[in-house]
């Protein structure tokens, strides 16, 4: 199966260079476009527009004066588009040619909120947000930006039904939760590849840097009729950033931990280069960090561990032709991260460490190819991601707590889009696509005796047909996977409705499927320590797939209110897990820590609804909130705890009720920006383990906290397109960090809660150009 699948691979590769190989013209058509664009109100030239030929890869930028030019374009009448930050899109037809030059010019209207999104997620093509068959949120580079982020952990809440939390007071285990499912119930992609494992799961989301980012898609709900395995929860997807102009960034940002002498430097680099023709461009990126060691409570015990990381990384792409291109990206991310006590010993001479050192490498490589019309298009790709880990995760100056880890993740797939002027009843897109994936996992502790192999076979196919008009469209499809830890095919379908009785309202109502496969999870290779003791997860011998029946129901809307641009959404959820993992202490080992174990719960439910606002009152002003009521319960009470007089639950642990999100941006000046970002999470249910803080385990209610974030920005123009930009503010800016968190070697490294950083100073300074 797996031979016949590749051979298919290398053969649809091969015809796809052989069909684009008759396509390529041997000289240029000299028909040329160009023209400038400009602010239909001010009639200020706008520069580094976007402008592109629609339904071809053919595009460019306008430069620093907003003029563009595109040469050796396709003969005919073309639809040319322009997109700008801060406008509403715009198109024009144009005939060109050969031989001939032409004038387009475009003026364009201010837009806070944009209908015309382009994402891919929803049906792994690209498509217009408001057209698209399911519901997809975007988070684009610049929300990173206001909210001071780093890394992709620390720009995802910003979505309604997404939280970020910091799972473990050594080491700094994040998670990311849609829906208030745990992180393993999410599929995390890059570039729609899934290479995301469960070892890089475990700090994947502070190890991606934010400036590697172009934007974030997120789909709630099971996606695993689309993306297979682990899309059970919902799918967030890293489109990495594409070189558009020549151009280049550096930033350097300073920040001061809890007023403390711990701080956190961050540099980042930036740079493009694109070919005079548009045909060929080169993007880099690279982040260096390093963040001190922070003790909040004065015990000698960090809250947040030590962290020393560099990143590099590079995104190309070379126009075969007019309807064609190879797509190229890699990157090198090496990360240090030590938290415990006794920072400056080693790890076993500390009487708690959790230490590990991380060496990723990942890239990917595809092929896009279309007809002329766009009614045909192909896709081809292989990507890969290898991850090397060495740890330490012990206490008492264990010697024997040294481990290493290493991890291989293969993905390839072929994808096929069919449009039909009509099949039966109106207008559809037919797309077949076939995937394989292989994980090979060997994690390693010679003093503990334990050696763990996982290797992972998914051979996958998916097929859907999405009916559509302006109006309505209906879609139905699925996936079957053949799992090589589970003995059946297991069969995902997925309909989606959509319906828009004008452009400003988008009415969708979507069912999918989703399931989990018994294997080893992010939280399965981190090792908490508990009361001084070592504690692992194993999976039980009858652990069978979790399945998930997602329901959904969204109202879109737009208005305008005079001037005052607005835009809600409303979504109701509800979320069904049959066979759920849980998690119950089952053993203590003769090295003296403990064992759970993974098995089949009874079920659980998730429902609730999104709601999430947006409103543009002037140029200078701007607001958006999400706020998410959520109700998460196991359909019987969970036994969570080895002693028996501690009652179950049926709650799900760390799911708040009710939390939410907002931004706010304030414009005063043409070059003042102020930045206001938040997050709030309502009460919620936290497990504390006996250790120096409570004598017995207890489920403990949280209570509801809000991290509030300040920026300031300031541009000064230093020659012509070179920009500097001095910024500075403050990380909750009401220090609503966490007032109880337990003290020394006993201390229940898991009860944490709250916001990651205490109140936090910084200052900073970016180059652009």
């Not at 602010?39 to 976007?50: F, K, L, N, S």
């Not at 916001?755 to 652009?768: E, I, Y």
Request: with cysteine.
């Amino acid at each position: 199966m797996k031979r016949f699948f590749l051979s298919a691979l290398l053969a649809l590769c091969l015809t796809g260079f052989g069909v684009q190989g008759a396509e390529v013209p041997r000289k240029g058509t000299d028909a040329n476009l160009f023209g400038h664009v400009v602010d239909r109100a001010t009639h200020e030239h706008i520069p580094y527009a976007t402008v592109s030929v629609v339904g071809t890869p053919l595009g460019t930028t306008t430069d620093a004066s907003g003029h563009y030019y595109l040469k050796n374009l396709p003969e005919g009448t073309l639809t040319v588009e322009v997109r700008a930050l801060g406008y509403a899109v715009q198109q024009a037809s144009v005939t060109l040619t050969r031989g001939a030059t032409r004038e387009l010019n475009f003026e364009v209207e201010q837009s806070g909120i944009s209908m015309d999104e382009v994402v891919v997620s929803a049906s792994r093509s690209a498509t217009l947000r408001r057209e698209a068959p399911a519901l997809v949120s975007v988070l684009d580079a610049g929300l990173f930006e206001k909210a001071g982020a780093s890394c992709l952990a620390q720009g995802l809440s910003f979505q309604p039904g997404v939280r970020v939390e910091n799972d473990c007071q050594n080491c700094g285990f994040t998670q990311v939760r849609i829906n208030g499912l745990d992180g393993h119930y999410s599929q995390i992609l890059v570039d729609s590849h899934p290479v995301f494992s469960a070892l890089t799961g475990v700090y994947g989301l502070e190890q991606i840097p934010a400036n590697m980012i172009e934007r974030v898609e997120v789909l709630r709900g099971g996606g695993s009729a689309l993306y297979g395995s682990s899309a059970i929860g919902g799918t967030i997807n890293v489109i990495t950033k594409e070189p558009t102009r020549s151009s280049a960034q550096f930033a350097h940002t300073l920040m001061s931990l809890g007023g403390s002498n711990s701080y956190d430097n961050t540099s980042m680099l930036n740079a493009s280069i694109v070919s005079e023709s548009g045909r060929a461009g080169l993007g880099i990126f690279g982040q260096s960090r390093h963040r001190s060691g922070y003790d909040h409570n004065g015990d000698g015990f960090t809250e947040l561990p030590v962290l020393d990381s560099r990143s590099v990384g590079m995104r190309s792409y070379f126009r075969t032709g007019a309807y064609s291109r190879i797509t190229a990206q890699y990157h090198h991310l090496n990360e240090y991260r030590r938290g415990g006590n006794l920072l400056d010993r080693p790890p076993h001479e500390a009487n708690v460490a959790e230490q590990t050192d991380h060496t990723i490498d990942g890239g990917s490589l595809s092929f896009d190819l279309s007809s002329a019309d766009r009614s045909d298009r192909f896709n081809v790709y292989a990507s890969f991601q290898n991850t090397a880990r060495k740890s330490y995760y012990g206490s008492k100056q264990d010697l024997r707590a040294y481990g290493t880890t290493r991890d291989l993740v293969v993905a390839s797939g072929l994808q096929y889009v069919h449009a039909f002027e009509r099949l039966l009843f109106m207008p559809s897109e037919l797309t077949l696509g076939a995937e394989y994936s292989y994980d090979d996992l060997h994690d390693r502790s010679v003093g503990y005796a334990i050696d763990t192999g996982q290797q992972v076979h998914i051979v996958g196919g998916y097929f859907q047909n999405e009916w559509k008009t302006g109006k309505w469209s209906l879609l139905l499809g699925g996936r079957l996977d053949k799992h090589n830890l589970v003995d059946h095919v297991i069969f995902s379908p997925r309909v989606n409705v959509r319906f828009n009785p004008s452009e400003a309202v988008n009415l969708r109502v979507s069912y999918a499927a989703g399931y989990r496969a018994p294997q080893a999870f992010d939280e399965d290779l981190h090792i908490a320590i508990v009361g001084g003791e070592r504690v692992r997860i194993r999976l039980a011998d009858d652990l069978k797939e979790e399945r998930s029946h997602s329901v959904s129901l969204s109202a879109d809307l737009y208005h305008n209110f005079g001037s005052v641009q607005t835009n809600l959404l409303v979504e109701g959820f509800y979320t069904r897990l049959d066979d759920v993992f849980a998690l119950r202490d089952i053993e203590d080992t003769d090295d003296g820590g403990k064992i759970k174990e993974r098995y089949n719960g009874s079920g659980a439910t998730v429902a609730g609804v999104n709601v999430e606002g947006r409103a543009v009152f002037t140029r200078w002003f701007e607001l958006q909130a999400g706020m998410t009521w959520q109700r998460s319960r196991y359909a019987e009470p969970e036994q969570w705890s080895e002693d028996p007089e501690v009652p179950s639950v049926r709650r799900m642990f760390r799911t708040p009720d009710l939390y939410g999100y907002f931004t706010a941006t304030f414009k005063p000046l043409r070059r003042l920006t102020a930045d206001v970002t938040g997050t709030c999470t309502g009460e919620m249910l936290v497990q504390h383990m006996k250790g120096s803080g409570v004598a017995q385990d207890v489920a403990v209610t949280t209570p509801a906290f809000c991290d509030v974030n300040l920026r300031v920005a300031y541009d000064l123009r230093l020659y012509r397109d070179i920009t500097l930009q001095l910024y500075g503010g403050v990380q909750n800016l009401f220090n609503a960090y966490q007032k109880d968190f337990d003290r020394g070697v006993e201390r229940d490294s898991g009860y944490i809660y709250g916001p990651s950083l205490p109140r936090s100073w910084f200052v900073g300074a970016k180059v652009s150009f």
